[in-house]
């Protein structure tokens, strides 16, 4: 959470003067300017990718609590325990991510 913390930190609270390192206001060429957005969003994502894996994880505890960890939530079979070394978080049967995946594509 610290590190979410810290990337949120750097990408919102940093100005476009402070991440160019310039004196000004503005960045002195359009390409600084892009490559530092790129950089804010490339931050971004990673914390909000660290987030959802945060949630997973809680909600994998909440399982745990409530007994029902280690179930597909599709099928209700058992989460074999080698995909659960593997993604402890796994909501999913390999059978049912994989159905899943095709879905997406």
Do not use: W
Request: charged letters at 30%; glycine letters at 2%.
């Amino acid at each position: 959470m610290k590190g979410i913390e810290h990337i949120a930190n750097d990408a919102l609270k940093t100005s476009q003067r402070d991440a160019a390192g310039d004196l000004s206001a503005y960045s002195l060429h359009m390409a600084d300017m892009a490559t530092d957005n790129y950089d804010r969003e490339f931050s971004l994502s990673l914390a909000d990718n660290e987030q959802k894996v945060l949630n997973r994880i809680a909600q994998a505890l909440e399982k745990i609590e409530s007994k029902t960890f280690g179930l597909c939530e599709l099928c209700s079979k058992k989460i074999s325990k080698v995909r659960l070394r593997a993604v402890p978080y796994a909501e999913l049967c390999v059978p049912c991510q994989e159905k899943q995946e095709k879905k997406k594509k």
